[in-house]
């Protein structure tokens, strides 16, 4: 049974998160395809003790949550192996997963992220050119995938091999490290740094592609998890304010290894409004108390940087751009309390451009386009006790029909809280 994937329609946080989890419920198997730990997925799990404890997972699939869920890690993913065996402590700390359990497995061409990847973001971004990364060594180890001289995780089952490929990207960095003004390590110190974490990941390597395909071929429920969203992805993105990698729904098929008949539905997730992290263009922002207003009611705070994000309203020109590039089958907006008590509440439903008015982004042109707004009367009641569209206010409703009519895809959810219940389910994904 082909799978669902899961994209963000926007600039990534759109609450892709809760969702998978709640998807995950009735899954076999999660297989993340792009990024790093740049994502941050916040778990919320009982603690055993009546209440919830919150974790924060970057690279693991939040599919760890439930004990018989597969999670792989694609070999279009990049990967710190110091950073995933501090994940793999909290994960064990938690009672979420054993040491060794093969429920887990990372694709051995998934690239690894290494110290000098993150010395190098971390110096590039206090220069002028800076995007506004997340200074996890993504840009860099994809730029080693890219001019091949990356360094698969599967190397760690031969550490002597793996220092002959450190050497040979090390030697591509060495210019851009002593401009910097840093020392460059040796491959021997770089590879030393990974050993203690190597014995310990070795025994989780796999074919992600072949696991994923099995899981297809036997019917299983499979989920290709993205990470970001559109509008950073590599190619269709808002370059170069964008991460490295194809966040699209496309990205699933190279990121795991599998075609495109292997997915039947491209599940898009928005929020209620907009926002961003980093640099770039960002025309709906709001800079005024309503942005801030958003930001304090949504929480609009990075899950790995703790960075205030940017907030705006949401722009169906970039949602009908995510609608066309990913393909998507179903529309999931998250999110919606946030807006609960706003008078009003406008929409990007065109853009004013040096070419004229436009209801497709204007990718090229996004620094000048001006956003043509309009606006919906608001509501004043809670909406987290809603199960059905019906429980909402007539406002709220007219709200989230508007914006699938506008996208032209039709809902499957609408996200009215935090927590697990607070959901209105209108589809079935896996059916
Ligand atoms: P990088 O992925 O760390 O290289 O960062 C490149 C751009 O993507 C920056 O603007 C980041 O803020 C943004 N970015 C990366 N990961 C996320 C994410 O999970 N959510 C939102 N923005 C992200």
């Known amino acids: 049974m082909p799978g669902v994937a899961i994209v963000g329609a926007q600039w990534g946080d759109e609450g892709k998160g809760k969702i998978v989890d709640l998807l995950t419920e009735g899954a076999d198997l999660v297989a993340r395809y792009a990024g790093g730990p740049n994502a941050g997925h916040t778990l919320v799990i009982p603690n055993g003790r009546g209440g919830h404890d919150k974790i924060v997972v970057r690279l693991v699939p939040s599919g760890i949550l439930w004990p018989d869920t597969v999670c792989v890690l694609g070999s279009g993913m990049v990967v710190d192996p110091l950073a995933l065996s501090k994940e793999l402590d909290e994960?064990?700390?938690?009672?979420?997963?054993?040491?060794?359990?093969?429920?887990?497995?990372?694709?051995?061409?998934?690239?690894?992220?290494?110290?000098?990847?993150?010395?190098?973001?971390?110096?590039?971004?206090?220069?002028?050119?800076?995007?506004g990364t997340t200074k996890r060594g993504i840009g860099p180890a994809y730029e080693d995938k890219a001019r091949r001289n990356g360094v698969h995780l599967g190397a760690?089952?031969?550490?002597?091999?793996?220092?002959?490929?450190?050497?040979?990207?090390l030697d591509a960095w060495t210019p851009a490290l002593q401009a910097m003004g840093e020392k460059v390590p040796t491959p021997k110190e770089v590879v030393a740094a990974i050993e203690p974490v190597a014995a310990r990941l070795v025994p989780l390597l796999g074919e992600g592609s072949l696991v994923v395909d099995e899981a297809i071929r036997a019917g299983k429920r499979v989920i290709f998890e993205g990470a970001q969203g559109t509008l950073l992805d590599i190619d269709h993105g808002t370059y170069p304010y964008v991460t490295s990698s194809s966040a699209?729904?496309?990205?699933?098929?190279?990121?795991?290894?599998?075609?495109?008949?292997?997915?039947?539905?491209?599940?898009?997730?928005?929020?209620?409004?907009?926002?961003?992290?980093?640099?770039?263009?960002?025309?709906?922002?709001?800079?005024?108390?309503?942005?801030?207003r958003l930001r304090t009611a949504g929480g609009e705070?990075?899950?790995?940087?703790?960075?205030?994000?940017?907030?705006?309203?949401?722009?169906?020109?970039?949602?009908?751009?995510?609608?066309?590039?990913?393909?998507?089958?179903?529309?999931?907006?998250?999110?919606?309390?946030?807006?609960?008590?706003?008078?009003?509440?406008?929409?990007?439903?065109?853009?004013?451009?040096?070419?004229?008015r436009v209801r497709d982004l204007p990718l090229n042109t996004?620094?000048?386009?001006?956003?043509?707004?309009?606006?919906?009367?608001?509501?004043?009641?809670?909406?987290?006790?809603?199960?059905?569209?019906?429980?909402l206010p007539a406002n709220a409703r007219a709200y989230v029909e508007r914006i699938a009519a506008e996208v032209g895809v039709p809902l499957a959810m609408v996200s009215v809280g935090p927590q697990r219940e607070a959901t209105i389910r209108l589809r079935d994904l896996f059916a």
């Not at 590039?325 to 990007?348: M, R």
């Open 366 to 391: 996004l620094d000048r386009a001006k956003p043509v707004y309009e606006r919906l009367p608001g509501w004043s009641e809670r909406i987290d006790h809603a199960r059905s569209i019906g429980d």
């Open 248 to 292: 699209t729904s496309g990205g699933a098929c190279t990121g795991i290894g599998v075609g495109p008949t292997a997915i039947r539905r491209v599940v898009g997730i928005t929020k209620a409004y907009t926002t961003r992290v980093g640099g770039g263009p960002f025309p709906t922002e709001l800079l005024d108390e309503m942005g801030e």
């Open 91 to 131: 994960l064990v700390a938690k009672g979420l997963w054993r040491e060794g359990d093969r429920r887990l497995v990372l694709s051995d061409r998934a690239h690894m992220i290494l110290p000098f990847h993150l010395l190098v973001d971390g110096l590039r971004e206090k220069g002028q050119f800076a995007v």
């Open 301 to 356: 705070f990075g899950a790995v940087t703790g960075r205030p994000r940017r907030c705006g309203w949401l722009d169906l020109p970039g949602l009908r751009y995510a609608r066309r590039v990913n393909g998507l089958t179903d529309l999931i907006i998250t999110k919606l309390d946030v807006l609960t008590g706003l008078s009003s509440i406008e929409f990007c439903v065109a853009y004013d451009t040096p070419d004229g």
């Open 156 to 169: 760690l089952r031969d550490l002597a091999r793996m220092e002959r490929h450190v050497a040979r990207a």
